[in-house]
């Protein structure tokens, strides 16, 4: 649950040091691999429990490859350099036309915020959830403009992406899988015997 708590503190106002919650998010998921393993060690890999397990790995290698091989690629992309705001006069316009929509919304969303720095986060989703939509869409619009994403290219600009939503996949994984343990557990076991902790049998034979 923790990498989940860092996707969440890092999208939210109660993110007061994102290296920290970083370095719990990937200490958590070495540990949970581990912990996972010897839990599976006994189990066949291609089944429904094994899925989840090759899903594990996945993230694991994808996790690795991004902070190895693309660091250098995503650092590229945060540095103060002209070429990152340079557009052509065709765009000019339209993207001055941009800011000042996103200007006039943060004086709604955040009205001390500055629109150069300020980017929205769950507490505007959860308080002004249309609000944030608008702004949100205007800043893809923005980054669109400035061609942030073509600059970044397409694997790099989809592997995170791809990251969060196999980690939502894995998440959900698990909590199906605890739950049918616990409380569906004659209908995990089939014919063999329930030889874990459980709450219900329902699902199993009469």
Same mark, same amino acid.
């Given at each position: 649950? /923790?990498?989940l !708590?860092?996707? $969440?503190?890092?999208?939210? &106002?109660?993110?007061?040091?994102? %290296?920290?919650?970083?370095? =719990?998010?990937?200490?958590?998921?070495?540990?949970?691999?581990?912990?996972?393993?010897?839990?599976?060690?006994?189990?066949?890999?291609f089944?429904?429990?094994?899925?989840?397990?090759?899903?594990?790995?996945?993230?694991?290698?994808?996790?690795?490859?991004?902070?190895?091989?693309?660091?250098?690629?995503f650092?590229?992309?945060?540095?103060?350099?002209?070429?990152?705001?340079?557009?052509?006069?065709?765009?000019?316009?339209?993207?001055?036309?941009?800011?000042?929509?996103? /200007?006039?919304? !943060?004086?709604? $969303?955040?009205?001390?915020? &500055?629109?150069?720095?300020?980017? %929205?986060?769950?507490?505007? =989703?959860?308080?002004?959830?249309?609000?944030?939509?608008?702004?949100?869409?205007?800043?893809?619009?923005?980054?669109?403009?400035?061609?942030?994403?073509?600059?970044?290219?397409?694997?790099?600009?989809?592997?995170?992406?791809?990251?969060?939503?196999?980690?939502?996949l894995?998440?959900t994984?698990?909590?199906?899988?605890?739950?049918?343990?616990?409380?569906?557990?004659?209908?995990?076991?089939?014919?063999?015997?329930?030889?874990?902790?459980?709450l219900?049998?329902?699902?199993?034979?009469?």
């Amino acid at each position: 649950m /923790t990498p989940l !708590l860092f996707s $969440l503190a890092k999208r939210s &106002s109660f993110s007061v040091s994102p %290296p920290r919650w970083f370095a =719990a998010h990937v200490l958590a998921s070495m540990a949970g691999f581990v912990f996972i393993s010897l839990h599976v060690a006994a189990g066949r890999l291609f089944s429904t429990p094994g899925i989840l397990y090759l899903l594990l790995l996945f993230l694991i290698f994808q996790g690795i490859v991004a902070r190895v091989f693309l660091s250098q690629q995503f650092s590229r992309q945060f540095g103060s350099r002209e070429s990152s705001f340079t557009v052509t006069h065709a765009t000019r316009r339209e993207l001055a036309e941009v800011i000042a929509s996103k /200007t006039l919304l !943060l004086t709604r $969303l955040e009205p001390q915020a &500055s629109e150069a720095l300020f980017s %929205p986060n769950l507490r505007h =989703a959860m308080n002004y959830p249309l609000l944030t939509l608008r702004y949100a869409r205007l800043m893809s619009r923005e980054s669109h403009l400035v061609g942030a994403r073509r600059r970044a290219g397409r694997p790099l600009s989809m592997w995170r992406r791809l990251h969060i939503f196999a980690a939502l996949l894995f998440l959900t994984g698990i909590i199906i899988h605890v739950v049918a343990v616990t409380f569906l557990a004659g209908y995990v076991a089939g014919d063999d015997t329930i030889y874990w902790w459980h709450l219900a049998t329902w699902g199993g034979e009469t």
